[in-house]
């Protein structure tokens, strides 16, 4: 496995082929590689100070790469942490969950509310309604619930990351109105 521009570029390509990411996910998935590369050549009784000395080396042209490949529009990270944040939120995750998420992908704090704030993003009620949905709680079981069982709906949904507020809110709607407030939260 070599280390040199070329290869190190491939790699970044292959992976975008496969995988949506951002430079920060990039540059990790080249510093495994590089970090790969380094414990094969120790393994293979490589000088140490000769492996330290050319892994700076790889991770500077990784670095670089990624910066070519951003410049490129390649990589975009306001781009993928819309479609990162529309898929949490669809899938019922709160903005907190959500911010988390984009935080351990490499995405800046002020990116990741851009994207939340996006207009094909959902809201913070619709995606407690998509949760409540999935879990089959609140607006979506059949019974009207004992007052531990609402207790326990409102822990599942403060755990998701949801403020007490929405919690309520979500949990209090009737049938009707919490799909109709999903299907308008979809659009056209």
């Given at each position: ?17 496969r ?5 920060a996910?990039l ?8 970090r ?23 991770e500077?042209r990784?670095?670089t790469?990624a ?8 990589v ?44 094909e993003?959902p ?29 326990k ?13 929405v ?22």
């Amino acid at each position: 496995m070599k280390l040199d521009e070329a290869s190190l570029r491939e790699a970044a390509l292959r992976h975008l082929s496969r995988f949506s990411a951002t430079e920060a996910g990039l540059r990790r998935v080249l510093g495994n590689r590089i970090r790969r590369w380094a414990r094969a050549a120790e393994q293979a009784g490589q000088d140490p100070e000769a492996i330290r000395t050319e892994s700076r080396a790889a991770e500077a042209r990784a670095a670089t790469i990624a910066a070519r490949l951003v410049q490129a529009g390649a990589v975009d990270d306001a781009a993928f942490a819309v479609a990162r944040a529309r898929r949490l939120r669809g899938a019922g995750r709160s903005s907190a969950a959500a911010l988390a998420h984009l935080a351990a992908k490499g995405v800046s704090a002020e990116t990741a509310r851009a994207a939340l704030a996006h207009e094909e993003v959902p809201d913070e009620l619709t995606a407690a309604l998509l949760l409540c949905r999935r879990r089959r709680i609140g607006p979506f079981t059949a019974a009207e619930p004992a007052p531990e069982t609402r207790r326990k709906w409102q822990g599942i949904l403060g755990r998701g990351g949801f403020g007490g507020g929405v919690a309520r809110q979500a949990l209090g709607m009737e049938r009707a109105e919490a799909e109709a407030h999903l299907i308008a939260a979809r659009g056209p």
